[in-house]
């Protein structure tokens, strides 16, 4: 389930301990890590005022 509120995260909590199922809780990220860590790289040049990277668009799936 993927609850969007705090709300909704306490209901289903409660429900799984009215009915003794186990739950658990993931805050983990779902972005693969190298892609977070790419993307943190970006800002951390962007930040330092380092160029950045210019993807030609028209050329991108040739």
Do not use: R
Not at 13 to 21: G, P, Q
Not at 23 to 32: C, I, L, N, P, V
């Amino acid at each position: 389930m993927h609850p969007k509120t705090q709300d909704q995260l306490d209901a289903l909590k409660a429900i799984a301990k009215a009915l003794k199922v186990s739950f658990e809780t993931d805050k983990g990220s779902t972005y693969d890590p190298v892609f977070v860590a790419k993307i943190l790289a970006g800002e951390k040049a962007k930040n330092e005022g380092k160029e950045p990277l210019i993807v030609d668009v028209d050329n991108l799936w040739k």
